[in-house]
Nanobody, 120 residues
Framework: QVQIVESGGGSVQPWGSLTISCLAS????????VSWYRQGPGTATGTERE????????????EYRSPVKGWLTISRDDAKNTVYLQMNDLKQADTAVYFC?????????WGQGTQVTVST
C-alpha cells in the first residue's frame, strides 16, 4: 500500500509564496492520480476538507477549484515519486492543514497533512 507524506508547510506572510510536497513510497507513483485538499477555519468548508486541485496520472490534466484557480499550480515528478503544490499570493484565509490523496482504481491513500499558516 502506498505511504504518503506531505512536507514543506510552515509560516508565511500574506502575499507570500510556498511550495509543499507529497512524497509517495512503496508504489509505482505514475499509476496514481493525486489530489490536494485542505482543512482550516478560513476555508469555504470550515472543519471539512475541501478539494484544492488535482493532477492526473500522466500529467496531461490538472484541475483547480475556482476560488484557487490562478494562484496555485500542481505539478509532479514521478522520478522522485513527488507531487508539488505551489501557492502564490497567500492570504490568511489560506491557513489550513494541506493533505494529499493518491488514487489508483478503487484504492486511495491519504497523508497526515502539513500545516500552512499565513500571518503577519
Amino acid at each position: 500500500q502506498v505511504q504518503i507524506v506531505e512536507s514543506g508547510g510552515g509560516s508565511v506572510q500574506p502575499w507570500g509564496s510556498l511550495t509543499i510536497s507529497c512524497l509517495a513510497s512503496g508504489v509505482t507513483f505514475n499509476q496514481y492520480s493525486v489530489s490536494w485538499y485542505r482543512q482550516g477555519p478560513g476555508t469555504a468548508t470550515g472543519t471539512e476538507r475541501e478539494l484544492v486541485g488535482f493532477i492526473s496520472r500522466s500529467c496531461d490534466r490538472t484541475e483547480y477549484r475556482s476560488p484557487v484557480k490562478g494562484w496555485l499550480t500542481i505539478s509532479r515528478d514521478d522520478a522522485k515519486n513527488t507531487v508539488y503544490l505551489q501557492m502564490n499570493d497567500l492570504k490568511q484565509a489560506d491557513t489550513a492543514v494541506y493533505f494529499c490523496k493518491a488514487v489508483s482504481g478503487n484504492l486511495d491513500s491519504w497523508g497526515q497533512g502539513t500545516q500552512v499558516t499565513v500571518s503577519t
